[in-house]
């Protein structure tokens, strides 16, 4: 409903409602009660939109719209044996008329009776030969297959419904959840390829290609499909934010940071936007500019787990440890199953001499992904920062026996050169270098004195000729 006509259509809701409540009798027009229906389907008053359409078909019982729309309302409130009543009640009606068949076909689906209902699309195929009622037709049939979990027919079925209408919306949102359900990304670029040919101004095909590319690893195109999506239709709002989202994960920040305040402009912002558009100026080091829009999230959302953790990151990115361990622990009072909220506390709390509490943290983390390798280095390079290098070496002991990995080994050997156990550190050492030799200047931010021990760099030479 355009926004001019707003209050109109709240004027009428009330008109209607009034009449309901005092059980009033009041002439509506066809298309009244086409918007009320609407205006309950859009507010999810799906019973009170099913209301509406019974007084529709009660105030006009030959129009056969009031009935379609209460079967459709009733299969989707799972009443199909009611739906199958009043669409056999329909038909009689307007016996040509398509709707009713399609309608009847998918409330025998949904009740598992699925040769009762290709039979009804078999007979309406026969009766209509047009390219519109046939696309229907095999997106009931789609339907069909979809229940019955056979989704490559599935798939089959929405091919030849777009062959027969390439535009059409439906197909076009029913085979974008197919390709995910059958991982057929590649055929999704030639088929959607094919309609664009047809019609290049499909926004949501272009949005299913940008979906198949951006799964193939053509990050790229996907992008320009997604662009392309935008332009044909400057309203669809997932593909702003599936552009978006792909620029952020790509470090292309400035370009995400646009789209999403593209967002910002054009639709209603949620939590997650602010939170986006804050990630990305934590990444651009504009940490003012970063707190201020995941306040904004906050306010919207102050039970975001993620929020409250980024807000910590910011602080701690500028030292300021006492307000960022406030607001891991916000995050972890929330949400006490993230082992990087725990790991981000501890490093923290170890930067503020808290380091009991500390430790507490990292072993936490450790123990939510003992796999993780980066937990291991975190806890042990901290350690090793705070003079501990006895605790650093126990770490990494615990460390190999859950997880792996050649930086891992860096570390472990660093902590030994720190401990003073030369020997083994030596030949934990050349484990390291034999995995990755490239790997190896991380030991000297973990420890730099590394860098003039002449036995380390004896045997970096010995490796790197």
Known sequence: MPKKDFNELLH???????????????????????????????????????????????????????YYREADLLIKSHQEEKAISV?????????????????????YAYLDRYDEAM??????????????????????????????????????????????????????????LCVELTRNYEASVTIHEKILEQEPYCYFAWYNLG?????????????EAYEYAIVSNESF??????????????????????WYQEILERFEPDAELFL?????????????????????????DHMNDEVHFHIGVCFAREKKWASAIRSYEKAIQI????????????????????????????DKATSLAPEEPAYWILFATNLL??????????????????????????????????CGQRNEAIYQLGEALTEDFELHSVMFTWLPALKDDATVLSLLASFAT
Do not use: W
């Not at 082992?339 to 170890?350: D, H, K, M, N, V």
């Open 12 to 66: 009428l809701i009330d008109e209607y409602e009034s009449n309901i409540r005092f059980g009033h009798v009041q002439y509506f027009s066809e298309e009244d009660y086409l918007q009320i229906i609407d205006f309950y389907l859009e507010e999810n008053h799906q019973d009170k939109a099913l209301e509406a359409a019974r007084h529709g078909t009660a105030t006009y019982p030959y129009s056969t719209i009031f």
């Open 87 to 107: 669409l056999n009640y329909a038909i009689t009606l307007a016996p040509a008329a398509p709707r009713g068949y399609l309608l009847k076909a998918e409330a």
């Open 119 to 176: 039979d009804v699309l078999e007979q309406l195929s026969e009766a209509h030969p047009d390219a519109a009622v046939q696309a229907d037709i095999f997106l009931v049939e789609a339907l069909i297959y979809e229940n019955q979990e056979q989704y490559e027919l599935m798939f089959i079925a929405l091919q030849a419904a777009l062959r027969e209408v390439p535009n059409h919306q439906e197909a076009l949102e029913r085979l974008a």
């Open 211 to 223: 979906q198949a590319h951006a799964y193939l690893g053509n990050y790229q195109e996907a992008i």
């Open 237 to 258: 709002e997932p593909a702003y934010r599936d552009c978006a989202e792909l620029c952020f994960e790509l470090n292309a920040m400035h370009k995400s940071l646009r």
């Open 276 to 300: 986006k558009i804050g990630q990305i100026y934590q990444q651009l080091e504009n940490y003012n500019q970063a707190r201020t829009y995941l306040t904004r999230a906050m306010h919207l």
């Open 335 to 362: 949400e006490d199953l993230r082992e990087e909220y725990f790991a981000a506390l501890g490093e923290a709390l170890f930067e503020k001499g808290d380091i009991e509490e500390g430790i507490e943290m990292f």
């Open 385 to 418: 920062a705070v003079g501990q290098p006895e605790a650093a070496v126990e770490v990494m002991e615990d460390a190999i026996y859950c997880s792996t990995g050649t930086e891992l080994l860096y570390c472990r050997a660093t902590c030994l050169f720190a």
